[in-house]
């Protein structure tokens, strides 16, 4: 029984060796067609152990036969394709073996088959054995079967897979390679002379959107070189080796095309993470373009998907842009669509959906299109905005296309038809139809200023006088509205053949908001910013031409009032900053009321007022209108749900033609106001002789204080600034102080307002500032300072209203730079406020010579917040009324929350915070559970000499 079961076994054993997987299909080959697709009928069997058997197909005469085929090459084990031929003719026939290296149809999406070399050797069962035919874009093996013959051919693989085998005529082959060599040299010499001609169009005009169409143009060339096989047979390349080449090719026609959008779209300009996002999609493209080498596959697979999402997610971009009125994405709009069929078609090919002959030259040939479309686009663009011109500009041309990009309108009047033409925007500019402003020059003359008539008709005869010449003016030209506005004209006459003028041709220019923009300037240059009246300096300069016509004979000898509001600065701190500004500004209207035309009434400064009289000569009427101005003044106001009532002390002085200067006739009158406040206030005085005593101290006040600065009794105490946190002193505060060889230490608050009176606030400021610059200087470069330690020095409001300022700071920063850094200049909120658009310049010039900007006593005024981004400051001083939160100010349970509020402010505007007047420990915990982190007071020193300080400094950088 075990032999029975042995035999049993052996027999099974032998006849599956000997019989194939399982049997396959004889193709009978027809005499009559050109080709036979042999795909679905191949078996693809595994090599075991570098060798295949099998059982032939039978022949005529029904016989098997058991065949054993070898690999070509020892040591190898490949796959084998098996199939099955019969001749059914009584002629021997010949035909044509074909494998392709690559087929675009039926390549896939993932993981594509970029084509490799597909059969080895072919050994048939019996007969002839096929031989090799030299083939740039197959595998070719000539077949000769005999009549009757069925012939079992044994195919060694190259690679794993045979995708498409064909069976073809030899004539009918040749034929049909020959057929597509016309289609791709008309392909590939389009495709050349579309990325040449781009590329010309680049050097030549240099425009972005130019480099960009020419980058894609030539990826889809070398594409097309690599898939024709060009590029394979002059470089001698094997088929697998074509692989990272057509993979490169894939990456590149993506990354161009992605190049080519953002270009043309201008996304740059759109926003800002445009531009990181194509940087960094930059980078992954080039990475992607070298992975191609490494992994063909991987990096065909990414650039297909990536040509698929381009075109989706390009065209709903084009498309928002196109609703939006965006030309450039108006004339893309019809290529992206072309470009997304072919995208449509493309998937049908590669997936084998679409698998017929014409299929992969379809594609290579509607790529071109989509570069052609490009292209054209691109250029039709150039030249629809002026970008590409043909030939070379003349003078004439180059003039007009100068004037255009000016924005300026033509003006041309032809005297002998006397017809003046101007350009049509000059009409839409002033309201009108277009053409409205031609005709004779009368009515240009019509539609002129009343003002400007004459001047405009004088400079028109004097051209045609004197035959040469230019005018360049201004004038104003009603609009459709009846509003002027300002152009400047420039014309020059052009002579005819008779040497006379026939003709007056220029250009105007509308400069109606530079001249407003000027005049705006110039009047807050000289007027209160909040009552409009006129300031200090425009004050005594019509002072000085009243006392000049005062002089003549007969002339009218003016009176100055000067007014002062009574306990004022009580009020401001009782009802606020904002509250007070409206108080004052009621003042300026009951003030300007009482007064006539003839007269002038200024703020001199934040409480005081003055007026020059010039409509009444009777001393009599000269004190009554100041008796009314006293009681109108005193009229209660209606704040709110209370009145409050002021009262004013008003001196008086009536000029009597002495010599006196306009700041000696208001410096009388000012006394005549302090006598008036001396005795109580509310009253008003007449300059008088007793009050000259006071003029004469002042005068040597003022003599002395100028004497102490040559003597250099003046100098700088540093008062530091700490860091609560860790103790460290990181800054100081430059105070000035006079040491008087007599008097002893006087007060600050003496001298200061006495060198603002005096003219002398600008001597003095330059003092401060070169003595804390000099004492930084000598910190620097003998004891080396902490990194961020700075010196502030405070600016009165008269130091920044004048140009000497920049001068002065420049002269002394422009010799060390490094100095700059350290110091910072403190401007209170109303000296900002007298002038903003003057100070708004003085500070943006400060800022930009380094130095630092501090803005004092912030929180007090009505509008502080508006600063932090209106004007460049670095840093914002606490007041000393903020940090004193004792119980007796009745407002201690609100200061906490308005210092956080400010501290987190500073914070996220990247502002530096300094608390002042700090005094006791307890204001010191304070700010620290505030976050308030730097301050300065009488709890951390009062203010000390420079080498005080650097002693304090030198002691705390060697602990």
Not at 162 to 168: G, M, R, T
Not at 323 to 345: E, H
Not at 513 to 521: M, S, V
Not at 754 to 760: C, D, K, T, Y
Request: glycine share 8%; charged share 20%; net charge negative.
């Amino acid at each position: 029984m075990r032999h029975l079961l042995a035999l049993a076994c052996f027999l099974v054993f032998a006849l599956s060796a000997a019989a194939p997987a399982r049997g396959f299909e004889v193709i009978s080959v027809p005499e009559d067609v050109n080709a036979v697709n042999l795909s679905e009928v191949v078996e693809i069997v595994g090599g075991n152990d570098g060798r295949v058997q099998l059982s032939t197909a039978p022949d005529a005469d029904g016989i098997i036969r058991r065949i054993e085929v070898l690999a070509s090459q020892q040591g190898t084990n490949p796959s084998f394709a098996l199939f099955a031929l019969r001749n059914d003719s009584d002629q021997q026939i010949e035909r044509l073996l074909v494998a392709p290296f690559f087929r675009l149809p039926g390549s896939g999406v993932f993981q594509p088959d970029l084509g490799e070399a597909r059969i080895s050797v072919v050994t048939p069962s019996a007969g002839i054995r096929p031989v090799r035919l030299s083939d740039p874009e197959a595998d070719v093996f000539e077949v000769t079967l005999d009549p009757g013959a069925t012939v079992t051919l044994v195919a060694e693989l190259s690679a794993g897979s045979l995708p498409e085998l064909y069976l073809w005529q030899p004539n009918a082959y040749r034929d049909y390679v020959n057929s597509f060599t016309l289609f791709r040299g008309v392909v590939l010499g389009v495709a050349s002379l579309a990325a040449v001609f781009l590329t010309i169009m680049f050097v030549v005009k240099g425009r972005g959107v130019f480099p960009a169409t020419a980058a894609f143009a030539w990826a889809v060339l070398a594409y097309l070189l690599i898939d024709f096989g060009t590029l394979g047979r002059l470089f001698s390349l094997s088929a697998g080796g074509v692989q990272p080449l057509r993979a490169a090719a894939e990456a590149g026609i993506a990354t161009t095309l992605a190049g080519f959008l953002f270009i043309y779209l201008n996304l740059h300009r759109w926003h800002l993470r445009f531009i990181h996002l194509a940087l960094g999609l930059a980078a992954l493209f080039l990475a992607l373009f070298a992975f191609s080498f490494f992994q063909p596959a991987i990096a065909a697979t990414i650039s297909r998907l990536v040509l698929a999402m381009l075109g989706l997610s390009g065209f709903f971009l084009i498309l928002l842009l196109a609703l939006r009125g965006y030309d450039r994405a108006v004339l893309l709009v019809p290529t992206w669509i072309i470009f997304i069929a072919w995208l449509f078609y493309a998937w049908l090919v590669i997936s084998g959906q679409v698998s017929n002959d014409v299929a992969q030259p379809a594609v290579g040939g509607g790529l071109v299109l989509v570069v052609m479309l490009l292209g054209f686009t691109a250029v039709q663009h150039a030249f629809s905005e002026g970008q590409v011109s043909i030939g070379t500009l003349s003078e004439v041309e180059r003039r007009a296309l100068a004037l255009t990009g000016s924005g300026d309108f033509v003006f041309d009047w032809n005297i002998d038809r006397d017809r003046v033409t101007v350009s049509d925007e000059l009409a839409i500019r002033l309201g009108e139809k277009r053409g409205a402003l031609r005709g004779a020059i009368k009515r240009w003359l019509d539609r002129l200023h009343a003002d400007d008539r004459d001047r405009f008709r004088t400079a028109f005869d004097t051209l045609v006088e004197l035959r040469r010449g230019k005018v360049s003016a201004d004038i104003r030209i009603a609009g459709h509205d009846g509003t002027y506005r300002s152009f400047r004209m420039r014309v020059k006459p052009v002579l005819g053949g008779d040497g006379q003028v026939n003709r007056i041709v220029g250009t105007l220019q509308d400069v109606t908001e530079d001249r407003a923009a000027r005049e705006r300037l110039l009047h807050d240059a000289v007027h209160d910013s909040l009552t409009g009246l006129p300031n200090k300096q425009l004050f005594l300069d019509r002072l000085e031409r009243a006392l000049e016509r005062a002089r003549l004979p007969g002339g009218v000898k003016p009176a100055v009032f000067l007014i002062d509001i009574d306990r004022f600065m009580e009020l401001e701190e009782r009802i606020g900053h904002s509250a007070a500004d409206s108080v004052l500004l009621a003042m300026s209207r009951r003030i300007s009321r009482a007064i006539r035309p003839l007269d002038t009434v200024a703020r001199i400064t934040g409480d005081q007022f003055a007026v020059i009289l010039a409509s009444e000569q009777a001393a009599s009427k000269i004190a009554e209108i100041a008796e009314q101005i006293r009681k109108a003044l005193k009229a209660p106001f209606n704040f709110g749900d209370r009145d409050l009532t002021l009262s004013a002390s008003i001196g008086v002085t009536i000029y009597d033609s002495n010599p006196a200067t306009a700041a000696d006739v208001l410096r009388d009158a000012e006394l005549a106001m302090y006598y008036a406040k001396r005795l109580g206030g509310d009253r008003i005085e007449a300059y008088r002789a007793s009050a000259r005593s006071i003029s004469t101290y002042n005068r040597a006040s003022e003599e002395d204080l100028e004497r102490g600065m040559k003597e250099g009794e003046l100098h700088v105490q540093f008062q530091p600034v700490t860091d609560i946190t860790s103790g460290q002193i990181v800054g100081a505060e430059a105070l000035m102080r006079w040491n008087h060889p007599t008097r002893g230490a006087v007060n600050p608050e003496e001298f200061v307002p006495l060198a603002e009176r005096s003219g002398q606030i600008d001597k003095l400021g330059r003092l401060a500032f070169e003595q804390a610059a000099t004492q930084t200087r000598e910190w620097m470069t003998s004891i080396g300072l902490p990194e961020e330690f700075f010196v502030s020095v405070n600016l009165s409001p008269t130091q920044l209203a004048t140009e000497s300022l920049l001068a002065d700071m420049r002269s002394l920063l422009d010799r060390d730079k490094a100095l700059a850094a350290r110091l910072k200049l403190e401007i209170t909120e109303s000296q900002v406020m007298s002038n903003p658009e003057h100070s708004a310049y003085m500070l943006e010039a400060l800022h930009g010579l380094g130095v630092g900007l501090a803005l004092d006593d912030f929180g007090t005024g009505h509008s502080s917040l508006s600063y932090l981004h209106r004007f460049p400051f670095d840093t914002i001083k606490i007041p000393a009324a903020f940090v004193k939160m004792g119980t007796d100010t009745g407002i201690a349970h609100t200061q906490g929350p308005i210092i956080k509020a400010i501290v987190a402010l500073a914070r996220d505007l990247e502002l530096t915070v300094i608390a002042e007047g700090v005094e006791s420990l307890d204001e010191i915990e304070r700010l620290r559970q505030l976050n308030c982190r730097l301050a300065q007071g009488f709890a951390f020193g009062t203010a000390m000499t420079g080498a005080e300080l650097a002693r304090k400094l030198i002691a705390q950088k060697s602990r």
